[in-house]
């Protein structure tokens, strides 16, 4: 597969080379696709966020809340979880 760069991509490769870091395009190419696929992970995990918390909001509009310790207990280890499996 063959790549064309942009006019702007370009002197970003480039200038990274210089730096040095980076012993070619391919590497330089190489880290940026590892930051796209972390970028798309974060942007899972909001997602999932958003969506827990849109739960939350539903249960406490009918009632279904929890006292402050315990939804922090229950918070911390659900984060712990994701940490762990991301991993």
């Given amino acids: 597969m063959t790549i064309t760069l942009t006019t702007k991509q370009e002197p970003l490769v480039v200038d990274r080379l210089a730096r ?4 070619s ?3 330089v190419a190489a880290e940026a696709f ?6 798309e992970k974060r942007e899972c995990a909001l997602s ?9 909001w539903r249960d406490a509009e009918q009632g279904r809340l929890m006292n402050g310790p315990s939804a922090m207990a229950a918070l ?10 991301a991993e």
């Fill in 20 to 23: 040095g870091g980076y012993i």
């Fill in 25 to 27: 395009p391919e590497h």
């Fill in 34 to 39: 590892k930051l796209l696929e972390a970028k």
């Fill in 48 to 56: 999932e966020l958003r969506e827990d918390i849109e739960v939350g």
């Fill in 76 to 85: 911390i280890a659900k984060v712990n979880a994701r940490v762990s499996s």
